[in-house]
């Protein structure tokens, strides 16, 4: 008879939203809980260098200062980095990283600092050799349209890494599972998100929503969202949700909004090239 696999489920508040981790694996109780731990502090490592919050992150650092200089930067942060530039060159810009100063504007971020800004887009980024980053224009570069789910590729890593043998990993809606089972996930319904919508079968994948649900507001007489179009900068209201099921977990995040805003050809290109697919509820 096999060994019963213990389980354990753990939820932190990172990443602007609650993270959630379940995990299953054989051995006593510390085993699998150690490996719960470390799942977390990867999060955790990347939320302390890419939160746009915290004026002392890395990613703050670099929003001051590499207008001027160029900069080297942590692994972690020139990775997500040369992979949001990837998917802004594969979607003709649908995607892009430099939109921080709208989403400022909107009251979306925090502002640091007073800097002028000129209007920039993902061309304005140069990576260098040695992990250096260098902006040839000021800009505020937001990465969060991508590292939660690179967090939660980290994440389960670090499971797989202590032996778990089945696995979840959900940062808000952004979520990857592992083990031998096929995993049921539903997906929220973008009129109603405390009702179901779709349900699919996940087995050694990851599945990332886009919605307005999640941020929309209004600020005076006007209506905004956090998710912005980079060809209009105008906010996205509409109705639908697009959720997008891949092998991993960033890609999955940032196709999410190639699919929401690039011309369907293109947004079909991507997500061949990705090996994903898209599913969009209305």
Known sequence: MSEALLEIRRARPLLGTLVQI???????????????????????????????????????????GSARR???????????????????????GAFDPCVG????RWGCLPRHGRARTIRASWRDVALLGSRRVRFR?????????????YAVDLALEALREAGIDEACVNAGGDLRVTGARAQRITLRHPRAPATAGHTLLIRDGAIATSAAYASRRRVGARELSQLL????????????????????????DALTKVVLFAPTAVAERALCACEAQAYIQR
């Open 101 to 104: 100063d709208e989403l400022e």
């Open 137 to 149: 224009r000021r800009l505020r570069l937001d990465l969060g349209g991508i590292a939660k789910g």
């Open 229 to 252: 179009d980079p060809r209009t900068r105008r906010p996205y209201l509409g109705r639908r949700s697009v959720s997008v099921r891949a092998r991993d977990c960033m890609s999955a």
């Open 22 to 64: 379940r995990a299953a694996g054989g051995g006593p109780h510390r085993r699998v809980q150690a490996a719960v731990d470390a799942a977390f502090a990867r999060i955790e490592q990347l939320h302390a260098l890419l939160s746009y919050h915290d004026p002392a992150s890395e990613l703050s650092q670099l929003n001051r």
């Open 70 to 92: 160029a900069r080297q930067v942590d692994a972690h942060t020139y990775r997500v980095l040369a992979a949001a530039l990837d998917f802004a060159e594969l979607s003709d």
